[in-house]
Nanobody, 118 residues
Framework: VQLVESGGGLVQPGGSLRLSCAASGLTFSNYAMSWHRQAPGKERELVAHIASSGSSSVYADSVKGRFTISRDNAKNTIYLQMNSLKFEDTAVYYC????????????WGQGTQVTVSS
């Protein structure tokens, strides 16, 4: 399984970025997918989660109304549209694939840096 994030970069406060996570080596449509982030000196935290079908999603309170998670099962890709970015959104963003097959299986990408700075 391979997850490859892209789309990170430097953006000013109030700006937008769109992250992508391309998956391979798995039956993508069977996996729930999520975005997480880790800021320097802090623990990794859940940002957004989307069901395998794309029918439901969950967001951290800190990003509700600003971030949108989506998936394209035909392209084996998930996205995170980030609007109205704030300084505190600065972090390395990771995608994760999760499936329950009698045990929980999780796969992580390598991360992409998002820096919000003026």
């Amino acid at each position: 399984v391979q997850l490859v994030e892209s789309g990170g970069g430097l953006v000013q406060p109030g700006g937008s970025l769109r992250l992508s996570c391309a998956a391979s080596g798995l039956t993508f449509s069977n996996y729930a997918m999520s975005w997480h982030r880790q800021a320097p000196g802090k623990e990794r935290e859940l940002v957004a989660h989307i069901a395998s079908s794309g029918s439901s999603s969950v967001y951290a309170d800190s990003v509700k109304g600003r971030f949108t998670i989506s998936r394209d099962n035909a392209k084996n890709t998930i996205y995170l549209q980030m609007n109205s970015l704030k300084f505190e959104d600065t972090a390395v963003y990771y995608c994760k694939a999760t499936i329950w097959l009698g045990s929980l299986y999780e796969y992580w990408g390598q991360g992409t840096q998002v820096t919000v700075s003026s």
